[in-house]
């Protein structure tokens, strides 16, 4: 089974950028779907992007879309979220999450191992 690592969130002002990684160990990632979603303080862990597993396919939640960008290197075993134009209500922890079966990308419940999390804070 993969392990998964997150890494990159800090805090930046309103309108920069963060580049998120995920670092997997423990079996390729190249056998599993990733997704990024994000949980801010009080509120439920939502979508944010998804890859398939070549990288050919993605798919953003609408609130990200044009903004956020995801990518991974299997090669590296690492898959990455670029942040661009942040806001300050994106303030959150950001997971990376696996799935080896098809289908859904959205739902949380659908992936099957995920990572500690990693703090992204906007300030305004």
């Known amino acids: 089974q993969v392990q998964l690592v997150e890494s990159g969130g800090g805090l930046v002002q309103a309108g920069g950028s963060l580049r998120l990684s995920c670092a997997a160990s423990?079996?390729?990632?190249?056998?599993?779907?990733m997704g990024w979603f994000r949980q801010a303080p009080g509120k439920e862990r939502e979508f944010v992007a998804a890859?398939?597993?070549?990288?050919?396919?993605?798919d953003y939640a609408d609130a990200v879309k044009g903004r956020f960008t995801i990518n991974r290197d299997n090669a590296k075993n690492t898959v990455y979220l670029q942040m661009n134009g942040l806001k300050p209500e994106e303030t959150a922890v950001y997971y990376c999450?696996?799935?080896?079966?098809?289908?859904?990308?959205?739902?949380?419940?659908?992936?099957?191992?995920w990572g500690q999390g990693t703090q992204v804070t906007v300030s305004s």
């Open positions: 890859i398939s597993r070549g990288g050919t396919n993605r």
């Open positions: 999450a696996a799935k080896s079966s098809g289908g859904d990308y959205v739902t949380e419940a659908s992936y099957d191992i």
């Open positions: 423990g079996r390729a990632l190249s056998t599993y779907r």
